[in-house]
């Protein structure tokens, strides 16, 4: 028999209760099965006891025919055999609601299917108010979120990366500094920054013109790339045609031989203009040694006031004073922050 919105009222009068709850599940079951979102019935258990369309068809990229028996397998042996992302966190959410010490419980999590690609979804658990069955049931869905968390990604990259040359921008370079000084304070370990500024670049850009100038920057930030690939490194366009690096544990003559071989890669690009000069970079080094950075810690542990918002900036604004000097000193060369400037980190009285 086909059913209507209208038509329910309609028949209701004259219908035997039977029938009635007949038509009502068959009309609820319709509208779960239509439903996008997986949902599933768990008991206290946590054994399925219903599962909706969308659940079976998600089931196939586990490999699973649509006509599979869920009911009575326990959903949280589902979740121990899957090692998703969050796995412990999502049974002890789980597991809290079902012993009543939590009200609900959402996690959004990347499941991994042997036949699909990485999925986002976010589960939320919540006990039902019903009285259909003996013990209390609980209301599961799982919804594919992996579009949002795509267009998350993407709006975090656009925000955290310089468009011209894909190196991380001042924003990220801010970030990854702040956590690098805590690092290197926590583990008294060495770090290192680089400020590299291209030499006479005006003149470049006057020359051979700003798209040209560009793929200059372009280049540059290729070679910048190359010297920062292990964790705790990142390379970042400050601004204009000036580069900011930060090495993780490298010591100071560790950065000397990565800045000299950058300046020397640089010069093999062989990029020339007006006339005979060729494409050079100037570069200034700061860095905080392992004595420095026990120091640093002590001085921490003595005075928990210390703003160390003010402190990560310090190996920046260094290597730029190494890099004035630089540029002063004749361009296409290293400098190190003068070592009669030692490193101070400030001390409140
Ligand atoms: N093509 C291009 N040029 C840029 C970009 N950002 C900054 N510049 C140019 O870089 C030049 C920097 O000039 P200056 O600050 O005078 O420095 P310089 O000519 O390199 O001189 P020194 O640093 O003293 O060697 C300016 O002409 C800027 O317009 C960019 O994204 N693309």
């Known amino acids: 028999m086909g059913l209507s919105w209208q038509a329910v009222p309609v028949v209701n009068l004259e219908l035997s209760t039977g029938y009635f709850v007949d038509i009502a599940e068959q009309l609820l079951s319709g509208i779960l099965d239509t439903l996008p979102l997986q949902v599933a019935v768990i008991d206290q258990a946590s054994n399925i006891v219903y599962v909706n369309q969308a659940w079976r068809t998600f089931g196939l990229f586990y490999g699973l025919e649509l006509d599979t028996d869920w009911f009575g397998i326990a959903y949280l042996d589902i979740c121990r055999a899957n090692e998703d992302t969050n796995q412990p966190q999502l049974l002890h959410g789980i597991q809290k609601v079902l012993n009543g010490k939590a009200g609900q419980f959402s996690i959004d999590y990347l ?11 976010t589960l939320h658990v919540q006990p039902m108010s019903t009285n259909l069955a003996d013990s209390q049931l609980f209301l599961l869905s799982l919804t594919n979120i992996t579009h949002h968390k795509q267009v998350e990604d993407r709006i975090s990259a656009l925000t955290l990366t310089d468009p011209l040359t894909g190196l991380a921008n001042r924003r990220q370079l801010e970030q990854i500094m702040r956590d690098e ?3 290197a304070i926590r583990h008294q370990s060495s770090l290192s920054v680089m400020m590299i500024d291209a030499d006479h670049f005006k003149q ?5 013109g700003h798209a040209a100038g560009d793929e200059c920057l372009k280049k540059l930030a290729g070679i910048l790339k190359h010297y ?3 964790p705790g ?4 366009r400050y ?3 000036e580069f900011v690096l930060i090495l993780g544990q490298t010591t100071q003559q560790e950065a000397i031989k990565i800045a000299e071989r950058i300046r020397q890669k640089v010069m093999e690009l062989d990029i020339r203009f007006a006339g005979h000069r060729l494409m050079t970079v100037s570069i200034g080094i700061a860095s905080l040694s ?3 950075s026990h120091t640093t810690k002590e001085q921490h542990a003595r005075n928990q006031s210390l703003n160390f918002s003010e402190d990560e900036h310090l190996l920046i604004e260094q290597a730029d004073k190494a890099l004035y000097v630089a540029k002063k000193q004749g361009r296409n060369r290293v400098e190190v922050y003068d070592k009669h400037h030692r490193l101070t980190v400030p001390l409140t009285a």
């Not at 470049?204 to 051979?208: A, F, G, R, S, T």
């Not at 490194?233 to 970042?236: P, S």
């Open 181 to 183: 000084w805590s690092r």
């Open 233 to 236: 490194d990142l390379a970042a």
């Open 228 to 230: 920062t690939n292990r």
């Open 111 to 121: 499941c991994h299917t042997p036949t699909k690609q990485p999925t986002w979804l």
């Open 239 to 241: 601004g204009g045609e």
């Open 290 to 292: 392992t004595q420095q």
């Open 204 to 208: 470049l850009n006057d020359n051979m």
